[in-house]
């Protein structure tokens, strides 16, 4: 049961547009894969190009049946994360997840109980952040008393990178520095991100030729490799 948890210290730097790709990712890589949205946003689905008004199933275990996006099945977890009754199953260390999917949960900046109780199931956690002081600052935010590179779970991607701007540049070298082989990519600006986003398509879709999904494909083998995904056979392929 892989658990994919995507999660950041601060709202606003990526964290849903990754969530959505690496998930369309993994299913086109054969694996069978569940995304959940636990933000009261519910903004995950229009990176799959669906629209605000397309309310998600509501993700009721592993016998739930979903609507199916670009092959991954989409889900709505915000009204049950704020059950007591899935809050102190996940508290137990019962597991609502199936052995045989991988798992994607798309939690929001501020909503650190979901985080905490879903971290323990993770097998990998994605902290998004953006070449911007205040996100840089959040680092010390990612999980309380742990500093940044201590975290064993966590794999860090820089999002929004621009090379024609200095602080963007200089943060991505303080990056590489501090975090090592813990940052695993970076995904670089790119404004047909939000222009599918309003058109209400993938961007696969909308800009095939996309900076910004040509990085986030290759994050997302990272993340593949990093969770130990990788089938023998696509290694040889
Ligand atoms: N690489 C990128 N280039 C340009 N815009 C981006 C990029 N990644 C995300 N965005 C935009 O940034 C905003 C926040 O992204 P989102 O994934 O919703 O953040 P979060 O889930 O962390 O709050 C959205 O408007 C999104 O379209
Ligand atoms: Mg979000």
């Known amino acids: 049961m892989p658990l994919i ?24 890589q054969g ?30 275990g592993s016998g739930s049946s979903p609507l199916a996006v670009a092959g991954v099945e989409l889900f709505s977890g915000y009204a049950l994360s704020r ?37 323990p199931f993770a097998q990998l956690h994605l902290c998004a952040l953006l070449p911007h002081p205040v996100s840089l600052a959040a680092l010390t935010k990612v999980q309380a008393g742990t500093p940044a590179i201590e975290l064993t779970k966590t794999a860090f991607i820089l999002n929004q990178l621009d090379d024609t701007h200095r602080f963007s540049r200089h943060a991505h070298i303080f990056l590489r ?6 940052l695993i990519g970076t995904i670089r600006r790119d404004e047909a991100v939000n222009e599918a986003a309003a058109m209400f398509e993938p961007i696969n879709k909308y ?31």
């Open 5 to 28: 948890l995507c999660h950041s210290a601060k709202g606003g730097t990526g964290t849903s547009f990754i969530a959505a790709h690496l998930a369309m990712h993994l299913a086109q």
């Open 31 to 60: 694996h069978e894969v569940v995304a959940l949205d636990f933000t009261y946003q519910d903004a995950l689905k229009l990176y799959f190009g669906l629209l605000p008004t397309q309310s998600l199933v509501e993700f009721r």
């Open 83 to 119: 059950e007591s009754d899935f809050i102190e199953a996940l508290r137990a260390g019962r597991s609502p997840f199936a052995e045989r999917k991988i798992y994607i949960a798309d939690v929001a900046a501020g909503d650190r109980e979901t985080k905490d109780l879903l971290l």
């Open 207 to 237: 800009a095939a030729a996309s900076a910004a999904l040509a990085d986030i494909r290759e994050v997302a083998r990272a993340v593949e490799q990093r969770a130990g995904l990788v089938t023998e056979a696509d290694q040889l392929s």
């Open 177 to 182: 520095e501090l975090l090592g082989e813990r």
